[in-house]
């Protein structure tokens, strides 16, 4: 008898309540009642927030009922499954406890709901109800702050990924059980090793879209992107602090390649002392491209038998523009933090994605905001997101939306390194160019 006991308590606890908590209130309204699925719809989220967002109406309290019942159920039965237990002989999992566990484990299933695919919700309704059902007094709490940080970021997420840490916080202060301690230290830990791991380095895969600040003038920078085709694209690359490594790639060229492969057109190092362009692989590029579309041009354009890449200064040079048009030293400095006094709320700004900008000084110095969903700190090893970039210097905007994902690099400056001779000699070459595109244009102006 004490066995069968130990599992139903046991199935009572943990089984049971997931299984409730699968029962995702939107997805089943949308499913057998609108014959649609609310994932594919809105921000994707099979939650409460996109569901009203997107049918609205009476449904709406449906799935709130949906929510509620199942949260209520979850939680009495694993109190029930604890009792079981203690009949057993069981006598550790006290009911506050049982209401814990009962209750994370239907919050896990409302979120990661094994029958649809583990996309869920963000258990915001469900996880406000398991509170009431643990204690009013840490419900006061908890709603309390998360209706008063929401109403202050004006982002759900920062609302709801903060009372969840500061949920099982209120229930410790309240009841003095050290499980509930843990449980608030194991959220914390999930998010900030997270931020950490993203701060000792990262690979992303991001398309980009460049644009100028102002139509009237063409930038350096922006001038060179437009004559090689590369105002968009994709952009692929890897980051350690301090350090940053670009792979550049025309539109939908990323998807054919992996980072660093051979099918980007050019690539940049940049560190806090210098920036890198790959001039070699940019000019095969470009050689090749005319070759195929006008090969008798092609047939007289040399092989590239220089070094590969150029500094900013040398580039400077080459173009004739000061070095600050080129430099992107700044690029490579900035640190993720997640801090409140960092969240904007920015016109371009995505569903269900918190926006923080970097710390910048100076009025030239570029603006960076950064975009991602909270909840892909917690659960996701892949992290959409979702950067915009302002640099006044370079007279640009930069919009990036992929996918980061933490991980440790090891990135050095290129040895391969174009001499200043070599580049006086090009510069040389560039003026003579310019003289003689001068005397035709006069040439021309006379005739006509």
């Not at 049982?98 to 309704?125: S, V």
């Not at 579309?293 to 150029?310: D, K």
């Not at 939306?401 to 391969?416: I, R, W, Y």
Request: proline share 4%; aromatic share 10%.
């Amino acid at each position: 008898m004490n066995a069968l006991y130990v599992i139903l308590g046991v199935l009572l606890l943990t089984v049971v309540p997931y299984i409730l908590g699968c029962s995702n209130g939107a997805i089943l309204v949308s499913k057998f009642i609108l014959r649609d699925d609310i994932r594919t719809h809105g921000s994707g989220n099979a939650g409460l927030t996109n569901f009203n967002r997107v049918f609205g109406g009476k449904l709406t309290l449906l799935v709130i009922l949906a929510d509620v019942l199942k949260a209520v159920f979850g939680v009495l039965l694993g109190v029930l499954g604890a009792h079981l237990l203690e009949q057993a002989g069981i006598t550790a999992i006290s009911s506050l406890r049982a209401k814990y566990i009962a209750g994370l484990f239907c919050e896990l299933g409302h979120m990661f709901p094994c029958m649809f695919g583990f996309r869920g919700g963000k258990g915001i309704m469900s996880g406000g109800i398991i509170a009431i059902m643990i204690s009013w007094k840490v419900a006061v709490v908890v709603w309390g702050s998360f209706v008063l940080l929401t109403a202050i970021t004006k982002y759900v997420s920062v609302g709801s990924i903060s009372t969840g840490i500061l949920f099982p916080v209120m229930a410790w202060v309240l009841y003095r059980d050290p499980v509930c301690l843990v449980a608030a230290l194991v959220l914390f830990s999930l998010v900030n090793s997270k931020v950490r791991a993203l701060q000792k380095g990262a690979a992303f895969e991001f398309s980009y879209n460049i644009t100028a600040q102002d139509s009237a003038s063409t930038p350096a920078l922006y001038n060179i992107l437009k004559q090689v085709g590369a105002t968009s694209g994709d952009v692929a690359g890897l980051y350690s602090p301090g350090q940053l490594q670009l792979y550049l790639y025309p539109s939908g060229g990323l998807a054919r390649a992996e980072t660093g492969g051979t099918d980007f057109f050019t690539d940049l190092y940049i560190d806090a002392n210098d920036t890198y362009f790959d001039a070699g692989r940019l000019y095969r590029t470009l050689r090749d491209s005319i070759a195929d579309s006008a090969p008798l041009v092609g047939a007289f354009l040399p092989e590239w038998s220089l070094p590969n890449y150029i500094t900013q200064a040398q580039l400077a040079k080459i173009l004739g523009v000061p070095n600050t048009q080129v430099a992107m030293q700044e690029m490579s400095g900035y640190t993720l933090t997640l801090s409140r006094q960092c969240i904007v709320h920015p016109d371009y700004a995505k569903k269900d994605y918190t926006y923080y900008q970097f710390p910048s000084e100076g009025e030239d110095a570029a603006v960076l905001v950064v975009g991602l969903p909270l909840k892909s700190l917690l659960f996701d090893d892949t992290i959409p997101v979702d950067v915009h970039v302002e640099i006044p210097a370079h007279g640009v905007n930069a919009a990036l939306s992929g996918t980061l994902e933490a991980g440790v690099n090891s990135l050095s400056a290129p040895v391969s390194v174009i001499s200043d001779s070599d580049i006086d000699s090009i510069v040389q070459l560039r003026e003579r160019l310019e003289q003689f595109a001068d005397l035709i244009n006069t040439a021309l102006k006379r005739v006509q």
